[in-house]
Structure formats: structure tokens, C-alpha cells
């Protein structure tokens, strides 16, 4: 399928499915549509005022110039969800937790002579999987992320990330010296597996494991049984 000219049954696939905007919105609670269909006559979402939560639809031709509106957009302090489709290994690597360097136009060298090209006029990623790169989190590391995320989850209005925060928070200060020691071993584990996403990307949403769910239940019977001083229950 072409998505600039359509199917071969001659429609246009083009609209978000019902089931998918309501799942969307339900995190995101949007308020404004830039790309809206029908579009209404004279309106030109590249040139108006965004709202405060934003879902992104572009035309596929010529997305750049909706990814430059989306990030002055969001500099202003708005919500953007922008979708586009992109290649499938794009999205495993993202998957993976995998660092991304903008390494600009290339100048790849020839086989022939080895001198450089003129570049393709396509940026090139790099993506980095290494996993020694992030060092096991410290505690204060793990403080720090987490009121980072907790910041993120307030300004997004993501009610159940911020008890999450506050209730691992209260954890790391509330158990005794040997449960936190477990604790803050299991939050650095958690971080280190996910490397790039979760200590210098505290905005993502990461979707947790069975284990992963296994040990909030845990943490958040930790929490319930040091409450003010209270038994373990």
C-alpha cells in the first residue's frame, strides 16, 4: 500500500482506529486534533495554537515539517502524541533500550578510491546496545530518578505513576537497613535492564514484566506494614 496514494481497492487507510484513539486518549486525554479529518476550510494545523494535550496524525508526505511544530509545541509545556510509521527493526531496537545518536548527513566513502561522497541527504542513526554502559544505580541515583519520573508523571496527569513514585519513595526510607538494601538492589537491577530508558529517559512508560509485577505487590506490602511504625503484614 501506498500511503500517500492510497490502497489498491483505491481507499485511503488514513483515520486512527476508534479502539486504539480511546486507548490513547485514556492516558492522554487529548484536546486538540492539528490534523483533523475532514479538515475544516481555511484551518492549517502547522500555523495554529496547539492545545494543552495534542494527538498528531500527519500526512505522511512531509512529516518534518509536523515534527518541527510538535517540538515547538511541546517546548511551550503541551502534551504531544505524534504517530508515524516507521520500519519494524526501528522499533525493536527501541524495544531493546537502545541509545540513539544522531550522527547527521554521512559522508559515506566510496569501495572504489575511498574518498567520500557528496552524503545521501539522509540523516543516519546510530544505535547503541552495550551493556556496560550503565553503571549499577546507587541509591541516590535511584532518589533521583524517581522524583524525575514522578515530575513527568505530574505534569502528564498520570495519577498511577505518581503513587508508584511516592509509594517506592516512601520504601526506600521506610523498611529497615536489610529490606532497603534488597529494595534499592532490586530497583537498580530493574533500572540496569533497561539501561538508557529508565535513567535518562524517566518519561517513558516501560510495560512491566510478570516478575516486575510480582515485586511491586512486595514492595507495596512493605510499605503497608511500615506504615507508622505498624507490623508487616
Known sequence: MSY??????????WLTPP????MLDKDFHFDFDPCPYPQPEGFDGLTVEWGKSNYVNPPFCGPTKWARKAIAEFKKGKKIVFVFPIDKWIHLFLEAGAEIRNLKDVRWCS????KPG????????CFILDPGRYPMATKEDMRAWLRKKKHFAVNAENRQEVDMCDSILAALSGPGEEEREELVKWL???AE???GFMMSRPYMVIEPTEEDKKKWAEV???????AEGGEKK
Request: no cysteine; aromatic share 10%.
Open 188 to 190: 537498580a537491577d530493574y
Open 19 to 22: 479502539d486504539l484513539m480511546a
Open 111 to 114: 569501495t572504489e578510491d575511498g
Open 220 to 226: 507495596k506490602a512493605l510499605i503497608l506494614g511500615h
Open 118 to 125: 557528496k552524503g545521501t541527504g539522509r540523516w543516519i542513526a
Open 193 to 195: 535492564r533497561y539501561t
Open 4 to 13: 500517500t496514494k492510497g490502497a489498491k481497492d483505491g481507499k485511503h487507510y
